[in-house]
C-alpha cells in the first residue's frame, strides 16, 4: 500500500530546495528490490507515435544520482505492456548536456498542460502541487516500440519528441 504522509513536506521541500516532490513509500528495510518504490503514476497523451489520444501510464520514483525514472505502461492494468521509460532531471542538470542531447529533452512547463497530464492517484489540491513541483524539470521520453504497428515489441526503440 502507498503512504502518502510525506506528500505534503516533499511538495514545500521541492519548491524551497529546487528538487522534484515525488511521495514516498514504507520500502521494507532488508534488501529493496529496484521494482520497489515507484510512488507517482502521472497520464499523459501524445508520448506514442502515430497514437496521440493514448494514454501513456508513468510509475515514476526518484533513484540515486538526483535524477526521476519512469516506467510507461499502455494502461493501468495488471498485464499492462511496458512500452518506454521516461528520465527526469532538474534545470542544473539539463544545462550541463550539450546542445545534441538537450535536443532531445522537454521541458515540463510547457509539456504537462500540453498532453493533458493528470496524477490520477491524488487528490486534484494535492495533484496540483506535485504538477508544478514537476514544472521546472526536463523529461527524456524513449518509446520502446511504435504500438501503433502492432501489439508486440518490434521495430526500434525511439525518443519521443514531445516539442
Known sequence: MIVWSMRVIGVIAA?????LALPTRNVPAADP???????LHIDAKLHVPGKPDM????YCKQVSGGF???QLYDSDKPDAKLIGVEVVVSPEKYKA???????VWHYHKTEIPRVSATLPD?????AAKVAKSLEESYGKVIILWDAAKGEF???????????
Open 68 to 70: 526521476t525514472q519512469c
Open 33 to 39: 528490490k529496484p521494482s520497489e518504490g515507484w510512488t
Open 55 to 58: 494514454v501513456s501510464h508513468h
Open 15 to 19: 519548491i524551497t530546495f529546487g528538487t
Open 122 to 126: 491524488l487528490p486534484a489540491e494535492e
Open 97 to 103: 548536456f550539450g546542445k545534441a542531447e538537450q535536443a
Open 153 to 163: 515489441p518490434t521495430g526500434r526503440p525511439i525518443i519521443s519528441r514531445l516539442k
